[in-house]
């Protein structure tokens, strides 16, 4: 995968604790020696769900995921959309491991922004209650319906710091797609696709490379490509 270009994700698994921290320390150490000084870091793709919970006597992959992330090597994902995960989950990790190697994800499908009702996620059948997306057939959760603005949100109300929420929803993960020199802060010369809010963290205005995205939408060929 990393010879491709692929960055490596561990998710969706029962492996052990040994297995997991091989695998991952094995593809951090391949993008090292294949992108020197690139800021690309193996992930795992989203922390707790899909893979056994953590037992004092097992501690199967979480174990070694929160070890390897709370060390700089990987960066863990979380869907912190207050049903994936229980807000006082989404503060230990972040405790734990610090914002800097947390990527803030939404896990969304097609009913994001819309209305209860049934949906498709692939060949199966989705029922959407209370902004919760479960399989018709047997009640698992399948996928999400929050945006990012939402998992940033139910983040901070979970007592996470505003700051820290914001850095796991932008910088980090553009960091960890190598695009730090782009996308994910307010700084001279990255594009200035920002997203202004109120204290509340709602949106407030869009902009899309500088243009407010109402202009943006009719006249992106002409924007310009770099903040200042």
Known sequence: MVDLGVTPSLGHTDADTQT????LTRAAELLTSNRPGSTVRPTVTHLFNGMPPLHHRQP????????????????VELVADGVHLHPDTVRMVFETVGSNNVILVTDSMAATGLP??????????????GGEARLRSNGSLAGG?????????????????????VLSATAVPAGILGHQDE????????R????AVDG??????????????????????AAPTTAS
């Not at 996308?183 to 990255?190: D, F, H, K, V, Y």
């Not at 200035?192 to 997203?195: K, V, Y």
């Open 20 to 23: 997991t921290a091989d695998s």
């Open 60 to 75: 199967g992959p979480v174990a070694a995921c929160l070890r390897l992330a709370a060390s700089g090597m990987i960066a």
């Open 116 to 129: 209860d009702g049934d949906y498709d996620l692939g060949p199966a059948g989705v029922r959407v209650s």
């Open 145 to 165: 319906t929050a945006t990012l603005l939402d998992v940033v949100r139910r983040t901070i109300t979970s007592g996470v710091d505003a700051a820290d929420a």
């Open 183 to 190: 996308i994910g802060s307010l700084r001279a010369g990255l």
């Open 192 to 195: 200035a696709d920002i997203l």
């Open 200 to 221: 509340d963290f709602r949106p407030v205005r869009v902009f899309r490379q500088g243009l407010p995205l109402s202009q943006a939408a009719v006249s992106i060929t």
